[in-house]
């Protein structure tokens, strides 16, 4: 990598390379792919090093650092390990959103067993009819009763929900479009609560799933920071989750990059490696252009998140650009790998199919674009 890091930032991104060379090489994280299972023994190992931590104050709990620690870290986990990256940045959006709006009480119950990677977060935001248009779409209520909340809905795609100990759910609590939604805390085994896995053809260590909430008794003290103020805490909150997105997906990229290298340096046609063909280093030197940059704009907006900066600019910038780099990247390592791409037992396929989840999550490229022309080029909303 060309970027400029200190010596902390790289000594973290070599402690974590070497935990997952140790606790889950390529062969078993390819084979928990194939079976669909999560990674236990890796996200062992990552609390007790302090990962989950990362970014927040080692008074609730967590290992310190910021913003900055983070993407270091999604970066390694993206490359080596994507359904561990993604779970990864599930847990930083739950504990930020607890750390910034939670109450005492929530901080207390949740936080440190988050933070050190022993309780496990979900975050219920998308629905059935779609998860761009959110505030159309968030049609799970929370209506008010006595002292507390009846909650009912159906939420979809929430990573994890099958194996966590507390869901934050977006609901609608008040007809203002925008002022009208409230996050909740809600546990996975209150009564009414159901959830089911989705079959899904990547990102298989981390599964994707279905939540139902049937009348759901929640007390007033479930509510996650102001009740109806629900989607400007969520939006601030998800310009991070984007940044570390970016992160985990430029790893990606920069995996199928190095695994197309060793091949271009192996293979040999017409008595030379296929590297030494220009056409196969053309492709290869794009294909790193476009990570090395698009990596500088995901550190760029770490490094504002961490200073306290605006970031709805900046992180989709970096989700686009990373997102785009990891397209290119996985397409080339396809077609460099010919044969041996269709290989289960070759990572590149698995980069492939997991490049494809941040074209459109947690926000789509489209949209990304929508809102640069409007905010960064001044143009009329689109939408
Ligand atoms: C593996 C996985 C994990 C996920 N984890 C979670 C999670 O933990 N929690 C959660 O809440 N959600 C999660 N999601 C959902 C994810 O955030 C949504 O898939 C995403 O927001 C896009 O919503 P959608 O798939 O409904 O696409 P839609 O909203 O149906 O959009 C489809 C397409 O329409 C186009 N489009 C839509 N609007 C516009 C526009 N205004 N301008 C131009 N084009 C437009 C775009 O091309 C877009 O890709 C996950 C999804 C997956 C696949």
């Given amino acids: 990598m060309l970027e400029h890091i200190d010596a902390r930032h790289l000594a973290l991104r070599g402690k974590l390379e070497a935990a997952i060379d140790e606790v889950s090489p390529l062969p078993r994280a390819l084979a928990l792919d194939r079976e669909k299972r999560f990674d236990r023994e890796l996200k062992a190992r990552l609390g007790e090093l302090g990962a989950f931590g990362l970014g927040a104050a080692p008074a609730d709990g967590g290992s310190g650092g910021d913003t900055v620690d983070q993407v270091i870290a999604l970066e390694v986990l993206g490359r080596r390990a994507t359904s561990m990256a993604v779970y990864c940045v599930v847990s930083f959006l ?3 959103m607890l750390g910034s709006y939670g109450s005492d009480q929530q901080k207390n119950a949740w936080l440190a067993g988050l933070l050190k990677g022993k309780t496990q977060g979900a975050f219920c935001l998308t629905e059935s009819a779609g998860g761009t248009d959110i505030l159309a779409n968030t049609r799970t209520t929370a209506t008010k009763q006595g002292d507390g909340w009846i909650l009912s809905g159906e939420k979809t795609w929430v990573s994890g929900a099958t194996d966590c100990d507390l869901m934050l759910v977006v609901a609608r609590t008040g007809e203002h479009r925008t002022r009208g939604l409230t996050v909740f805390v809600v546990s996975p085994q209150a009564a009414g609560v ?25 007390q007033d003290d479930a509510v996650v920071g102001v009740v109806n103020e629900g989607l400007a805490q969520i939006m601030t909150a998800l310009n991070g989750e984007r940044i570390n997105a970016a992160a985990v997906v430029n790893g990606v990229a920069r995996g199928a990059l190095e695994a197309a290298l060793v091949r271009a340096k192996e293979r040999q046609a017409f008595g030379k490696p296929i590297g030494q063909f220009q056409a196969v280093q053309h492709r290869l030197s794009s294909c790193a252009i476009g990570i090395e940059m698009a990596w500088s704009a995901v550190l760029d907006a770490a490094r504002r998140d961490a200073a306290g900066e605006a970031t709805d600019i900046v992180s989709g910038l970096a989700k686009w650009a990373s997102s785009k780099a990891a397209l290119a990247a996985t397409d080339m390592g396809m077609e460099l790998m010919a044969a041996a791409g269709f290989l289960e037992q070759e990572v590149m396929q698995r ?28 143009l009329p909303r689109s939408y």
């Fill in 194 to 218: 159901r959830t089911t896995r989705l079959d899904t053809m990547a990102l298989n260590g981390f599964a994707s799933c279905t939540a139902t909430f049937e009348r759901v008794v929640l």
């Fill in 351 to 378: 980069y492939f199919r997991d490049a494809r989840l941040h074209v459109f999550a947690p926000v789509n490229n489209d949209m990304v674009l929508n809102l640069l022309g409007e905010r960064w080029l001044g």
């Fill in 94 to 96: 739950v504990t930020r």
